[in-house]
């Protein structure tokens, strides 16, 4: 059974009268250890497929299952829990708390799931030192490099041991070499995880290190949509 | 609950600026109603004690059933016998809580100094009784002259204004006119004791006391009018009213008995207009608090949208949302109180070494300025401040909860 299944899905924006077609028929499967990147210029519905895969936003029309589930017959509660234990985020600008220390931003998701505090702790420690920031957890987001910073966001991401992690242009913010690096991380976490990622970027310059591409244009996949 | 106090905490901190003009302003406000409560309660303190040993109307008085209404127009009728009233002093002194239990007459009549004379009213009391009833209050509003005093039945205590007007001075007589019971105009001659001030403009230009026996002379009675009862402890007059009425009517005497705030009609108006006062005062805090805490929520439920469209991606539910700032307005409503604390304090203490006084409207001396430090009320306040901060952090809070994710990370 495929991780995500996404079958004929369709989204509409509505500004005033006008509407957007952001996405116009997706049919895209991906399985669990995957590492998939969806590729496309500006505006070609990237960051709303991730949206919907992530379960932070609904389709319009269509199926999406993530592992097994009909993410439209969810409650927001239910969406909420799904993506508390089974799905992590990786923003384009980091997204980290900024009043607290790089160790409690990581500990965040294992809180709001109710885990004790020393559980939390002990394996957000594992996950700061697992992406190599072992020394500088109790630094606040403004002390730290975008590099550190979006190296936090990935130890937050996969501190609940989640089966799919999400990226949305996780290097967009990043000088090459940093982004390189972050890109690598992802990949040698998912090559000894099993975690899956799926994320996206317009940086022609980091495809070659991807399984997977899935290219997209005006809302639709234009390549890479089905299993090899 | 600790992580989301502790994220509360350092987000209330985030905003230094913002954050210590809502504490300021919810910590003057607190200050404002906690102070005014403070003087509030020394005030009630001193009008209850004026009323209970100043006006010597103790904490109870008993009444023969009947006499408030009708006691005017038939008094014999109205009034306790001697075997009544020695009846009920013997059956309410034997109550533990009872001090003292003592008959009066008031009377009123005219005042003469054989060349002028005016009105007067006149409580007549037991001497020794009227010590204890008096008590510390005495030195207070210490009598020029002699108090009192057994032996000299015809000996009176003037207000000062009445022995102003009369030329009265301790030692000097006069003679007082009063109608009797049956209707008779009777006369007697007086002996000044001493002079003393009544504490009320009203009242210094016409009380006088006099002795009981010397006031039953004048209206040529056996009978008491009231029964005036002192207890060790204010707090019980409501308790010790059901329970004598209880005893009273079960041995036969109809009785009805009067609270000292039901009879001090001074007292009621002042502390009517007084919470009068503190509602108004409350109700404007309320509502700075309220809004001081609505605008900083607001403010920072706006500027927070992408954390909390993070926190909601990270797969905290509304609820969780509502919760850190609904939070966070409790502990602006906290913080605050601590400064109103802070402030209340250094207010109290600068009473206290400066100890100002006033002379309040209709009474005759000034009067010590004094504000209360009542713990109790303090930590109601702090309740209650923190409750209104939390609920007026609600409005900003539910907002923040019902964004949607996907907007709330795009917010710029």
């Known amino acids: 059974m495929a991780l995500i299944e996404m079958q004929n899905i369709k989204k509409d924006y509505f500004l005033g009268e006008a509407v957007v077609h952001a996405l116009q028929g997706i049919d895209l499967q991906i399985d669990a250890g995957e590492f998939v990147a969806i590729w496309g210029p500006s505006g070609s519905g990237k960051t709303t497929l991730l949206n919907l895969i992530g379960a932070i936003d609904e389709p319009t029309e269509g199926s999406l299952e993530i592992a097994g589930r009909e993410v439209r017959s969810l409650s927001d509660n239910q969406r909420s829990e799904l993506r508390n234990e089974s799905i992590g985020f990786i923003f384009q600008s980091f997204n980290l708390v900024p009043v607290f220390s790089a160790l409690e931003n990581v500990m965040l998701p294992l809180q709001i799931k109710g885990a004790p505090s020393g559980e939390a702790k002990a394996r957000a420690l594992g996950r700061l030192e697992a992406v190599g920031l072992a020394d500088l957890v109790h630094n606040r987001p403004f002390k730290m490099s975008g590099g550190q910073q979006q190296r936090v966001a990935i130890a937050r991401a996969l501190v609940t041991d989640p089966s799919l992690v999400i990226a949305d242009e996780p290097t967009a913010n990043l000088d090459s070499k940093t982004a390189h690096m972050i890109l690598d991380l992802m990949r040698d976490l998912n090559e000894e995880e099993r975690t899956t990622f799926i994320f996206s970027t317009h940086d022609q310059r980091l495809l070659d290190r991807v399984k997977r591409l899935v290219r997209m244009e005006d809302g639709r996949i234009m390549e890479g949509g089905m299993r090899q | ?412």
């Open chain 2, 1 to 412: 609950m600790i992580k989301w106090m502790k994220l509360a905490v350092r987000n209330v901190l985030r905003n230094k600026r913002r954050s210590l003009v809502t504490l300021l302003a919810i910590g003057v406000g607190f200050a404002a109603v906690s102070l005014f409560y403070g003087y509030v309660s020394y005030m009630y303190y001193g009008l209850r004690v004026s009323a209970i040993r100043g006006e010597g109307l103790g904490n109870l008085t008993i009444f023969k059933a009947g006499w408030n209404e009708k006691g005017k127009l038939e008094p014999e009728k109205y009034m306790l016998s001697k075997e009544e009233t020695e009846r009920t002093i013997k059956i309410v002194s034997a109550e533990e809580e009872v001090v003292v239990a003592t008959p009066e007459i008031h009377v009123s009549g005219i005042v003469s100094n054989g060349t002028a004379s005016t009105i007067f009213i006149a409580q007549g009391v037991v001497p020794k009784d009227e010590k204890i009833i008096k008590g510390g209050w005495a030195q207070f509003r210490p009598v020029r002259g002699k108090t009192l005093d057994d032996k000299i039945s015809y000996g009176v205590e003037a207000g000062q204004d009445l022995a102003r007007y009369l030329g009265f001075t301790p030692g000097t007589d006069g003679v007082v006119m009063a109608t009797t019971l049956g209707g008779q105009m009777n006369a007697m001659d007086i002996l000044v004791n001493g002079v003393y001030d009544t504490g009320s403009d009203a009242t210094n230009d016409k009380y006088m006391r006099c002795t009981f026996d010397f006031a039953q002379s004048l209206v040529d009675t056996k009978s008491a009018e009231r029964i005036v009862v002192l207890l060790k402890d204010w707090k019980k007059t409501e308790a010790m009213r059901t329970e004598l009425l209880s005893k009273l009517r079960e041995a036969g005497i109809p009785v009805e008995i009067k609270t000292w705030n039901e009879l001090s009609l001074f007292y009621y108006k002042v502390r009517g207009m007084f919470d009068m006062i503190f509602l108004f005062l409350f109700s404007i805090v309320l509502v700075i608090v309220i809004m001081s805490t609505v605008n900083t929520m607001g403010m920072a439920v706006l500027e927070r949208t992408r954390e909390i469209g993070t926190l909601r991606a990270l797969g905290l539910k509304r609820r969780g949302v509502s919760l850190i700032f609904a939070l966070e307005g409790g502990l602006l409503g906290l913080f605050g109180s601590v400064i109103g604390i802070f402030l209340h304090v250094i207010v109290w203490g600068a009473i206290k070494i400066i100890s100002p006084t006033y002379t309040p409207p209709g009474v005759s001396t000034p009067v010590p300025l004094v504000v209360d430090l009542v713990p109790h009320f303090l930590f109601i306040l702090v309740l209650c401040l923190v409750g209104l901060s939390l609920l007026a952090a609600i409005i900003p809070a539910r907002r923040a909860a019902a964004q949607n994710v996907v907007e709330a990370l795009g917010h710029v």
